[in-house]
């Protein structure tokens, strides 16, 4: 390839990547941290071609194919293989959208398979007892019980959970507004004990030196600005340790407990949906295997054969 076509080919797909860039900023309303994570997983796929000497608008479904081995070859977990995957087809995606294709060639790109990992859960005795364990006599005590009381009760995510804001609390209407991933808002309901240890936790907040900026936000830092997610996986684990529970948690657990419980009480899967911020119906779905497996244990546990038939072992 001549250097004067090579040189308008990098031109052109740098162009390319800053349209794409816009579209994902603008279009997709992704934060600045997922987009640098779609870029990065498109580097990958460049580099690929280049080495190839094959255009961006010429490769096929058999170019990807040979991408996608090669990932598996070099020892990528399949988990981080079918993110890149999931990135790249978001790429030719946009590539038909901005007309630069006509087809896609990454539509019948296979991700590889994923084991599927049940989410570790707790018992609404074991989130009692980890948060009885909160020393309440400390000037952070009544937070960290709101805090955590917040994220069982509204099932956030730990970053909704930090960038919740006051003027975001609709208490006499039962719910709270929480922005969620790509700046959707939604509206989710929180229960009356969450409410009352929020309140308690704001008298105590008047009393905290704000720093500048930070005034609308609900939780704090000790030293006035915002609370981060590291603080807030870091005091859940602490608390977990006091309270004996082995098991391996971090603030997501509360939220995957939330699902949880809300499916063995009889809560239907798309109320769920919407209370967790999920758009898709298939992420929510995971909670009805966990609902399968408790199922299945019950039935282990309390069915007349199986008592029948752990007597008669304990006979022989």
Sequence with gaps: MKTEEKSRNKEKLALII???????????????????????????LLHFLEGEEIDILDVTLDDLQRFSAGLHDIGIHPRSQARILSGIKSFFHFLVLADYLEGD????LESPKI????????????????????????????????ILETLYSCGLRVSELCTLKLSDLYFEEG????TGKGNKQRLVPISPRAIKEIRYWLEDRKRW???????????????GNGISRIMIFHLIKELAEQAGITKNISPHTFRH????HLLEGGANLRAIQCMLGHESIATTE???????????????????????YRKEKEIH
């Design 115 to 146: 084991g599927f990992k049940l989410p570790e859960v707790l018992t609404v005795a074991e989130i009692d007892t980890i948060i009885s364990t909160i020393d309440l006599s400390k000037p952070e005590g009544q937070r960290n019980r709101a």
């Design 18 to 44: 800053r349209k794409y860039q816009q579209y994902l900023r603008l279009e997709k309303a992704l934060s600045p941290n997922t987009l640098d994570a779609y870029l990065t997983d498109l580097e990958k």
């Design 286 to 308: 995971i909670y009805t295997h966990i609902d399968r497996h408790m199922l299945r244990s019950e039935i282990i546990e309390h069915h007349p054969r199986n008592i029948k």
């Design 209 to 223: 030196k704000i720093k500048p900026g930070f005034e609308d936000y609900v939780f704090l830092a000790r030293w």
């Design 257 to 260: 407990s939330f699902a949880t």
């Design 175 to 178: 719910f709270i507004k929480v």
């Design 105 to 108: 060639p990454s539509e019948l």
